[in-house]
């Protein structure tokens, strides 16, 4: 596998590739990247990820300098699951100047995730476009467990006509059920043993609503919401949208899916569940 650090040289080792399979990510790479990785084989013969802690997509108090940063180890697993080129580039490599100009996403970066996280989407589209522009991939996969920025990807993609096919991979979960995630480090033990419960939780409500319909819905949150309140989470939000838009249940026979954001501790948790 090569790697590089800098966008001159990244581009020239890829110069006369004519289908490129990329997997952006932060790093602290876990088997629900890796399994990015191998699903990116299929669609092309070559597989470019990225590893890049993305400072525009943090906000203020949150876990940019904390976040987990282990280039060996993640250049290790990568070569190892066959892909092809890794570009990890500095900080300085990537932004050599204050980075001015901004993909701002519609108002659609400001529910659920975004409430919470003001900033965050626009930071990610931003980050998004431009690794785009230097790998110029045919293909791009994300997670599921994102649920809300594969969304503004596939949108920004369509919107923008970008030549890229987004393909969205189902989330990868531990034995118990929790949504590998690189915050999971985080988690101290007791907490590690509670954080299951989200998953349970969402599944929980899923047959709740089959069970008693969707004009029970702002209850069967509630429920659901009290749920974890009452095992020491701090529930940003849990609610039952469409998955066509993430906006609340309005039209009959609208797919729905769930998606929540809660706290246990100091380490904040997203997960979703379609239905
Ligand atoms: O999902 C992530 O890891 C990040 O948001 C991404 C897409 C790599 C952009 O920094």
Same mark, same amino acid.
């Given at each position: 596998?090569?790697?590089?650090?800098?966008?001159?040289?990244?581009?020239?080792?890829?110069?006369?590739?004519?289908?490129?399979?990329?997997?952006?990510?932060?790093?602290?790479?876990?088997?629900?990247?890796?399994?990015?990785?191998?699903?990116?084989?299929?669609?092309?013969?070559?597989?470019?990820?990225?590893?890049?802690?993305?400072?525009?997509?943090?906000?203020?108090?949150?876990?940019?300098?904390?976040?987990?940063?282990?280039?060996?180890?993640?250049?290790?697993?990568?070569?190892?699951?066959?892909?092809?080129?890794?570009?990890?580039?500095?900080?300085?490599?990537?932004?050599?100047?204050?980075?001015?100009?901004?993909?701002?996403?519609?108002?659609?970066?400001?529910?659920?995730?975004?409430?919470?996280?003001?900033?965050?989407?626009?930071?990610?589209?931003?980050?998004?476009?431009?690794?785009?522009?230097?790998?110029?991939?045919?293909?791009?996969?994300?997670?599921?467990?994102?649920?809300?920025?594969?969304?503004?990807?596939?949108?920004?993609?369509?919107?923008?006509?970008?030549?890229?096919?987004? *393909?969205?991979?189902?989330?990868?979960?531990?034995?118990?059920?929790?949504?590998?995630?690189?915050?999971?480090?985080?988690?101290?033990?007791?907490?590690?043993?509670?954080?299951?419960?989200?998953?349970?939780?969402?599944?929980?409500?899923?047959?709740?609503?089959?069970?008693?319909?969707?004009?029970?819905?702002?209850?069967?949150?509630?429920?659901?919401?009290?749920?974890?309140?009452?095992?020491?989470?701090?529930?940003?939000?849990?609610?039952?949208?469409?998955?066509?838009?993430?906006?609340?249940?309005?039209?009959?026979?609208?797919?729905? *899916?769930?998606?929540?954001?809660?706290?246990?501790?100091?380490?904040?948790?997203?997960?979703?569940?379609?239905?």
């Amino acid at each position: 596998m090569q790697t590089h650090h800098q966008i001159p040289a990244l581009r020239q080792s890829l110069q006369g590739k004519t289908r490129i399979a990329f997997v952006p990510t932060m790093g602290n790479l876990h088997e629900g990247h890796l399994t990015l990785m191998r699903a990116a084989r299929k669609y092309a013969e070559t597989v470019v990820a990225s590893i890049f802690v993305n400072r525009l997509q943090f906000g203020v108090g949150e876990d940019f300098e904390q976040y987990p940063r282990t280039l060996r180890t993640d250049s290790e697993k990568l070569a190892a699951t066959g892909v092809d080129a890794l570009f990890a580039p500095s900080e300085n490599d990537f932004y050599p100047e204050p980075q001015g100009y901004f993909v701002e996403p519609p108002d659609f970066q400001h529910l659920l995730e975004g409430e919470f996280r003001p900033g965050h989407f626009r930071g990610v589209a931003t980050v998004v476009l431009k690794l785009f522009n230097c790998v110029q991939p045919q293909v791009a996969l994300f997670g599921k467990k994102d649920y809300q920025q594969l969304m503004l990807i596939r949108a920004m993609t369509r919107q923008l006509a970008l030549p890229i096919e987004i *393909v969205g991979v189902d989330t990868v979960r531990a034995p118990d059920g929790l949504a590998l995630s690189s915050r999971n480090n985080y988690l101290a033990p007791a907490e590690r043993a509670e954080a299951p419960r989200l998953y349970q939780t969402l599944n929980e409500l899923k047959a709740d609503l089959l069970r008693e319909g969707l004009d029970k819905r702002e209850i069967l949150e509630q429920k659901a919401r009290k749920n974890l309140d009452k095992h020491g989470w701090k529930t940003d939000y849990l609610a039952v949208r469409q998955q066509s838009d993430l906006q609340l249940p309005s039209l009959a026979g609208q797919k729905l *899916v769930i998606v929540a954001a809660a706290r246990l501790g100091q380490t904040r948790l997203i997960d979703n569940l379609e239905i």
